[in-house]
C-alpha cells in the first residue's frame, strides 16, 4: 500500500512511528480473541485473555499520541471545522459498515432467535448506530450502548476525547495538561475501585465508565507527545509486542481493580513512549504497516460475528476440545474479511470523501489571513 495521504491528516514528510502501528494490530487482535473467549469463560478471572479488553485503553492513549503528533502544529491554520472533517473521512465510513454488518447479522444468524423488533424500531437502532448516538435498548444484547455493533462504543468515547482536544486541549499549556492528567488519573482508580475493574464504559449501567478511561488515557497520550517522552531503544516490534501481549494475558484476582489501574495509568504510556522510540528492522516494516492498517477494520467488523459464535455456542453446547477448530480459523477469516473491507469500502469511501473536500476548499473564497 502507497503512503497516499487518504485521510488528509499526517503529512507524509513527517516521522511514521511503524512500531506504534504494528502494537495498535496487536491490541485490535487480543480485542478479538477476547470477545471469542469471553463468550466459553464469562467469569475473566478464569479467562486466560481476561484482561483484553484492557487493548481499548492502549487505544486511546495511543490515539493522545497521534493525534497531538498530527495535528498540535496545524489545528489553528486549519481551524476547527476542517478538523472534524478529517476524523469523519478517517474514522465514520467503517462506522457504517459495522452497522450495516450488524443489522446483517441480526437477520441472518442461523442460531438466533427469530428477531422480535419491529421495522421502526431497528431503523431507528440502525440510525442511532450509524450516527453513534448511543441506544442501549436490547436487553438480549445486555444493553450495549450500540446493540447492532458494540464496539463502536469506544468510537464513541473516541469521538468525544477528539472533540474536547478540538475545542479545549489544543490550546492548552503543558502544566495545564499535566493537572488535567493528574485528575483524570483520580478518575481510574476511582472507577477501578468502585466496579472492581476496568472493563465498563460499553453498557447503560457503566456509560461513565468509559467517559474515565477515554480522559486518562488520551490525556496521558498527548502529554507523551508534548513532553517528548520518547525513549530510545533496540527493543523492536517483536519484543514490544510481546510486552503489550502480556498485559492482556496478566492473571485475573480480586486484585484486579488494582492492576488493571496500574498497567492503564503506567503500562501503557511507557510502552507507547518505547512503541515511537523504538528501530525498526526492514523485515518487519511492512508486517507493522499491514498491522498497522488493517487494526481499525479488524476492530469495527468483527462483531457480527461474535454475535454468531456466542448464539453457536449458547444453543449447541460444542465440547471445549472443539472450539480451536472453530475460534482460530474464525479469526484468520475475521482478519482476512476485514482486509477485503479496508481495500473495498474504507480506502474507496476515504479517498472519494477527501476528493470531495479538497474539491469544496478549491471552490470556497479566498480569505485573507488578519
Known sequence: MNKENLDGGILNTKQHFEVLDGLRGIAALAVVIFHFMEWIFTDINKNFI??????????????????????????????????????????????????????????????????????????????????????????????????????????????????????????????????????????????????????????????????????????????????????????????????????FLMPGSKWNWLTEALVVLFYFPLLVSLGAGSSLSPQWKKVCRFAGNISYPLYMTHYAAIWVFGNYFTKEKPPLGELPYIIIPGIILLVVFAYFAMVFFDIPVRRYLTRKRKQQQKLQPYQPAR
Open 50 to 247: 481476561g484482561h483484553g479488553f484492557l487493548a481499548v485503553d492502549f487505544f486511546f492513549c495511543l490515539s493522545g499520541f497521534v493525534i497531538g503528533y498530527a495535528y498540535d502544529n496545524r489545528i489553528g491554520e486549519m481551524g476547527v471545522k476542517e478538523f472534524f472533517k478529517l476524523r469523519l473521512i478517517r474514522l465514520h465510513p467503517l462506522v457504517v459498515l459495522g452497522s450495516v454488518l450488524g443489522l446483517l447479522g441480526l437477520f441472518l444468524d442461523p442460531f438466533a432467535s427469530p428477531s422480535t423488533y419491529d421495522a421502526g424500531k431497528l431503523l431507528l437502532l440502525f440510525f442511532c448506530s450509524a450516527f453513534l448516538i448511543p441506544f442501549p435498548v436490547m436487553p438480549d444484547r445486555a444493553f450495549n450502548l450500540f446493540g447492532l455493533n458494540a464496539p463502536s462504543w469506544s468510537l464513541f468515547w473516541e469521538y468525544v476525547a477528539n472533540i474536547f482536544y478540538a475545542v479545549v486541549l489544543y490550546k492548552v499549556g503543558r502544566r495545564s495538561l499535566v493537572v488535567l492528567t493528574l485528575l483524570a488519573a483520580v478518575g481510574i482508580c476511582l472507577v477501578s475501585y468502585r466496579a472492581g475493574n476496568l472493563l465498563g464504559g460499553w453498557s447503560k449501567d457503566n456509560f461513565l465508565d468509559g467517559g474515565a478511561r477515554v480522559a486518562y488515557s488520551f490525556l496521558a497520550g498527548l502529554l507523551l507527545y508534548r513532553s517528548n517522552w520518547i525513549i530510545k531503544n533496540r527493543l523492536g516490534f517483536t519484543v514490544l509486542a510481546i510486552l503489550l501481549f502480556l498485559a
